[in-house]
């Protein structure tokens, strides 16, 4: 009985911990508008750090009033404007080579091959295919394994 509470203590010590520090799960958004400024914090008076296109995936890890701070597909973090994200379901390659097919699967034809670092909407999913649409209006499949 003693370990139970314990145990109890314990997980509502870690909880009221996570959320008094503002830390939460990631929720993962996209960017919606063509070009985006990545900064180094959470307002305009902060450097711009890089730029994103738009479909770029993103794990939001804080937000600061109208700004969040994410962690991107190769770890690297950084603040966004809330306003120039959605939910759009969306991908980024991280392959070196990834090839785009006409359909699902490997017997399709390679409509396009794309470096790693493109992001894309996610339009369809069949298997472990996804049918995947980029900014500039290509669109064809790729196999789940080559994106985050």
Do not use: H
């Given at each position: 009985?003693?370990?139970r509470i314990f145990v109890l203590n314990i997980a509502v010590f870690l909880i009221l911990s996570v959320m008094t520090t503002g830390v939460c799960l990631a929720e993962r958004m996209a960017v919606?508008?063509?070009?985006?400024?990545?900064?180094?914090?959470?307002?305009?008076?902060?450097?711009?750090i890089w730029k994103v296109e738009k479909y770029?995936?993103?794990?939001?890890?804080?937000?600061?009033?109208k700004w969040c701070r994410f962690r991107d597909f190769e770890g690297d973090e950084g603040w966004i404007f809330k306003k120039l994200l959605n939910k759009t379901n969306t991908v980024?390659?991280?392959?070196?080579?990834?090839n785009v097919r006409s359909g699902p699967?490997?017997?399709f034809k390679i409509?396009?091959?794309?470096?790693?670092?493109?992001?894309?909407?996610?339009?369809?999913?069949?298997?472990e295919w996804l049918q995947i649409k980029h900014a500039d209006g290509d669109q064809?499949?790729?196999?789940?394994?080559l994106v985050w």
């Open positions: 009985m003693k370990i919606s508008v063509p070009t985006a400024n990545i900064r180094l914090g959470p307002g305009e008076k902060y450097d711009i770029y995936p993103i794990d939001v890890i804080k937000v600061a009033g980024i390659t991280y392959k070196k080579k990834c699967g490997t017997q409509a396009f091959t794309v470096a790693k670092g493109i992001p894309f909407k996610v339009l369809k999913r069949k298997d064809g499949w790729i196999f789940k394994s």
